[in-house]
């Protein structure tokens, strides 16, 4: 498996209500990602243990090994298709996402997982998933995140 794809520089910048829009897809999306990542996991450990096997059937190990092949094509096309939104894949394992954006006129990701209902958290670049902070609803930070989205554009 892949590390995910960085979003070149020229990504496009979302706000809040432009990320939340997208969420429908996104969670499709996402949701492929995470059930394939996790089919995955479990495909290499199947196929580890046929092959360490002194029992192991060769059609299975050899079946096993499409499998894994197949599905890690699979989780990198869907990790492809949300860096073709200009999306940033963080977790494949918790369906991480950050959409790239502005807060208080500097570089901010607009964070979400799989789990979440909306997009409702942010975090500066390099303060990653654990310097995730609440985006205040109508506060100055996510006025000033759609302005400066919109300016971007």
């Not at 498996?1 to 496009?12: F, R, Y």
């Not at 996402?97 to 409702?120: I, Q, R, S, T, Y």
């Amino acid at each position: 498996m892949t590390t995910p794809t960085p979003v070149p520089d020229a990504a496009p910048l979302f706000t809040v209500e432009q990320a939340n829009r997208m969420l429908p897809l996104v969670r499709r999306i996402v949701t492929d990602i995470v059930t394939d990542y996790r089919a995955w996991r479990d495909a290499v450990r199947a196929y580890e243990a046929q092959k360490g096997s002194p029992r192991g059937d060769p059609a299975r190990v050899a079946a096993l090994a499409r499998e894994v092949r197949r599905l890690a094509a699979d989780v990198e096309h869907y990790v492809g298709e949300l860096t073709a939104l200009g999306l940033q894949c963080k977790g494949l394992d918790d369906g991480l996402v950050d959409f790239p954006g502005m807060m208080d006129g500097e570089p901010a990701c607009l964070c979400w997982k799989l789990d979440e209902p909306a997009v409702a958290w942010w975090h500066r670049p390099e303060a990653g998933f654990a310097g995730r902070q609440p985006i205040v609803p109508n506060g100055p930070d996510t006025a000033h995140a759609t302005h400066a989205a919109e300016a971007a554009r």
